[in-house]
């Protein structure tokens, strides 16, 4: 493994800050804006007010439907030119400092992570190397969705790569300060919690960890004092995961090139390389095997992933339930407590999922 330091890259193509000029419609993510949503509304409602009623006239109409084409167009240049300047400022760092830029995908890239899930839709997008064959250290933009319309769940994260001598079971560090992007699920992974390890001192204040069964020994051998202790003590709250021969650290949000957060990230970047990589070379596996690239057994490879089907079953009860009450109203005799029950048991039964998946 070939160590990377910040202190040996040139920053200085890197902006200051993101860009500013978006016209207010979009944010630093190329997200539309909260209120900028509002506006579009509003001005939906009134092409729609001028249609039904055409008293309003025609010059009315034609006013309203162009300023909802210019609201369009504006997003989709504020949202075209933070890209371009991105892509711009990551190609200049890139040639400058002889790592590969990637504006989408990231050819040869070991799709191990946990953001890569067969029922989820991933891009990959601004990726750099510092080689682009047996490359040692790896960020990019990662945005992953997952289902449709009201059931469509998204997470974005600036993901940080580094490639490892040995192989090394499944540990996951998640967390608990930086689950504001998706109320349900601060992962698009959720893990069954008998895998969840007890810890000593401060450290499960600040992550939830993660083990497969019988590696709960393995998971303390890179969770030494000094690492918990790195890991509390980044500038940017990020979580962790280990898997195969690769170290990954996921933090929410679009990939920022600017001086400060490029900074920010290469010194998670010495942290892993320097905490992991150190356990990482002594590391032996429990099992009790030879081949150091076979060392580590199949359920240690990968973490047990929760099912979902028990809250949907107790879901889709609930709504029959709430559905009964209403049809067997007229045949019921003081119906009223029981539809007083019946959002009760739904609320309680939202309340246990929220729990179960954010303890």
Known sequence: MKFVYARDLDLQDLPESSASANWLVVDADGNIRTWSWWALIFLMLAVVMSILFPSLGGTMQLLFMLCVMAYVLAVWFAQSKNDRQTEGALLAFATRNRWSYERAGLGGLNQSSLLWQPDAQSTVRHGLRNRMSEWDVAVWDHQVVRGTGKS??????????????????????????????????????????????????????????????????????????????????????????????????????????????????????????????????????????????????????????????????????????????????????NASPWLMVVPLFLAGCVVLVLWHRGR
């Open 152 to 333: 469509r769940q998204e997470w974005r994260f600036t993901v940080i790569a580094v490639r490892l001598d040995r192989m090394v079971p499944h540990i996951v560090c998640d967390n608990r300060h930086n689950n504001g992007q998706n109320l349900l699920a601060s992962l698009p992974t959720q893990f069954a919690g008998n895998q969840e390890l007890k810890l000593e001192g401060d450290f499960p204040q600040h992550f939830k960890v993660y083990a497969p069964k019988d590696y709960e020994r393995d998971a303390l051998v890179f969770l030494t004092p000094d690492v918990m202790q790195a890991l509390m003590a980044t500038e940017v709250a990020c979580d962790f995961e280990l898997v195969d021969n690769v170290a990954y650290a996921y933090v929410p949000g679009a990939f920022h090139p600017t001086k400060s957060a490029v900074s920010k990230l290469l010194a998670v970047v010495e942290m892993m390389q320097k905490e992991f990589g150190k356990q990482n070379q002594g590391y032996q596996p429990a099992a009790d095997v030879k081949s150091v690239a076979a060392t580590i057994e199949p359920g240690g490879r990968r973490l047990r992933q929760t099912n979902p089907t028990l809250y949907l079953i107790i879901a889709s009860v609930g709504v029959m339930l709430w559905n009964a009450t209403f049809v067997l109203r007229p045949f019921i005799d």
